[in-house]
Nanobody, 126 residues
Framework: VQLQASGGGLVQAGGSLRLSCAAS????????VAWFRQLPGKEREFVSV????????YYADSVKGRFTISRDKAKNTLNLEMNNLKPEDTAIYYC????????????????????WGQGTQVTVSS
């Protein structure tokens, strides 16, 4: 099973981008699926998670109200709609999936995810 992220690019502050993560197998239906981001030399940072088991959605405080995570079951994709982008949103964005359930408080931890996409670069200019 593989994940393929796409949709990154260069955008001015205040602009929007839509990231997509396509799965080669049925992995968006049994556990949490999430987006993380990372800057060079820094740890991977949680952005948002969708719990496919319970349907709950959570966001990092830094993106709440601006980003929207969603899942397209028919296309087997995970999406991240990013609006009102800021320069501090610049990073490589990764999608991730976990096979199986996990308690909510652990869903923002990168180490609990089994499968990762290759990352897509998002650059926001000021």
């Amino acid at each position: 099973v593989q994940l393929q992220a796409s949709g990154g690019g260069l955008v001015q502050a205040g602009g929007s981008l839509r990231l997509s993560c396509a799965a080669s197998g049925r992995i968006f239906s049994s556990g949490p699926v999430a987006w993380f981001r990372q800057l060079p030399g820094k740890e991977r940072e949680f952005v948002s998670v969708l719990d496919t088991g319970g349907g709950n959605i959570y966001y990092a405080d830094s993106v709440k109200g601006r980003f929207t995570i969603s899942r397209d079951k028919a296309k087997n994709t995970l999406n991240l709609e990013m609006n009102n982008l800021k320069p501090e949103d610049t990073a490589i964005y990764y999608c991730a999936a976990r096979n199986g359930r996990i308690i909510t408080s652990y869903m923002n931890r990168a180490e609990v995810y089994d499968i990762w996409g290759q990352g897509t670069q998002v650059t926001v200019s000021s």
